[in-house]
């Protein structure tokens, strides 16, 4: 049973920084490109950040470029997202995704396997 279990999200400050991770069992990790995506109260869920499956290209959404890191310990499978300057506009529930195949841009259509997600608040 393939199971993505994110930690790391809660609440802080306007220009504070929060780590993600995701951890995944049940599924050949290096098989995936791993990707996070997240959802504000009343949005669609939208794409955040991507990584091959061998940390080799990743790519952002335009809002978090140059804020957030996204990184991959194929060695512990764990996927990481480091978010740093943190905005209001960032607070959502934050979700783990693995894809079959790397794209720069992700959809959840494309979505093999979800995590149960993560809640950051950030307050102004």
């Known amino acids: 049973q393939v199971q993505l279990v994110e930690s790391g999200g809660g609440s802080v400050q306007t220009g504070g920084s929060l780590r993600l991770s995701c951890a995944a069992s049940g599924l050949t990790f290096t098989s995936y490109a791993m990707g996070w995506f997240r959802q504000a109260p009343g949005k669609e869920r939208e794409f955040v950040a991507v990584?091959?499956?061998?940390?080799?290209?990743?790519n952002y959404r335009d809002s978090v470029q140059g804020r957030f890191t996204i990184s991959r310990d194929n060695a512990k499978n764990t996927v990481y997202l480091q978010m740093n300057s943190l905005k209001p506009e960032d607070t959502a529930v934050y979700y783990c995704?693995?894809?079959?195949?790397?794209?720069?841009?992700?959809?959840?259509?494309?979505?093999?396997?979800w995590g149960q997600g993560t809640q950051v608040t950030v307050a102004s």
């Open positions: 995704a693995a894809v079959p195949t790397y794209t720069s841009v992700l959809n959840p259509s494309q979505v093999d396997y």
């Open positions: 990584i091959r499956w061998n940390g080799a290209r990743t």
